[in-house]
């Protein structure tokens, strides 16, 4: 198997020893955790649990686009949570990004409470399968 890395289009500064994405041959992309962030400059945008989400899953999309995808193309989250009593709002702000751009089969999901760095109040990686 070969992997291929795939950046962010927008990210112009290092946030971490990582890849944005990594694309196998058979089509798996793997998206490391993603969070609110500005990437021209690398500053935490905090925001609203809700602002956090769709700036989040904004930059998730990105990646996925980056490899040739779409965010139909996801087929697994894992959410961190800095509050989980802000699930409700999340989940809300969540289902409305993929509703929003048509999708109709969520990605399956697993969401936790974690510490986050930064501040930020949501981080969330995934798992897409492009091309297939």
């Not at 291929?4 to 196998?24: E, F, N």
């Not at 962030?37 to 990646?63: F, M, N, S, Y």
């Amino acid at each position: 198997m070969s992997k291929h890395d795939v950046r962010h289009p927008d990210k112009r500064v290092s946030t971490g020893a990582y890849s944005a994405g990594i694309l196998t041959d058979d089509g798996w992309l793997y998206v490391s955790g993603q969070g609110p962030l500005d990437l021209a400059t690398g500053a935490v945008l905090l925001g609203t649990i809700e602002e956090e989400t769709t700036q989040t899953l904004e930059h998730v999309e990105k990646i996925v686009q980056a490899a040739g995808g779409t965010v139909d193309d996801i087929v697994k989250c894992a959410v961190h949570l800095a509050d989980i009593w802000e699930f409700p709002r999340f989940n809300e702000a969540y289902r409305a990004f993929f509703a929003s751009r048509g999708v109709s089969v969520l990605p399956a999901r697993t969401t936790v409470g974690s510490q986050l760095y930064g501040g930020i109040r949501v981080e969330i990686d995934a798992v897409a399968r492009i091309g297939r």
